[in-house]
């Protein structure tokens, strides 16, 4: 079983910043691309940045020159550092994951339980 588990969402003001993390852990051979999505209240799930095994990584148009993405390959984990937030950045933030849990295993996505990020004054 493949468990991955964000932390660091919150309330935050408009202009301020925040740190998202996720895990991955249990059976895993390799994780191809690793990334962030979020979904606001009545939209659908949007893309916000991923990041290849390689460090190749592409973000939303919304995003572009405030958020970050990186990851730690040895470690498994993926980080999403937003800056200069913004209210229409309001959402439950997931984490995803495309990976082999075995070596001859097809590849897969998993996704995290969700965390709330609140951009309010």
């Known amino acids: 079983q493949v468990q991955l588990v964000e932390s660091g969402g919150g309330l935050v003001q408009p202009g301020g910043s925040l740190r998202l993390s996720c895990a991955a852990s249990?059976?895993?051979?390799?994780?191809?691309?690793m990334g962030w999505y979020r979904q606001a209240p009545g939209k659908q799930r949007e893309l916000v940045a991923t990041?290849?095994?390689?460090?190749?990584?592409n973000y939303a148009d919304s995003v572009k020159g405030r958020f970050t993405i990186s990851r730690d390959n040895a470690k498994n984990t993926v980080d999403l550092q937003m800056n200069s937030l913004k209210p229409e950045d309001t959402a439950v933030y997931y984490c995803?994951?495309?990976?082999?849990?075995?070596?001859?295993?097809?590849?897969?996505?998993?996704w995290g339980q969700g965390t709330q990020v609140t951009v309010s004054s």
């Open positions: 995803n994951a495309a990976l082999n849990a075995r070596r001859w295993y097809p590849t897969e996505n998993y």
């Open positions: 990041i290849t095994s390689g460090g190749s990584t």
């Open positions: 249990g059976s895993i051979f390799s994780i191809n691309t």
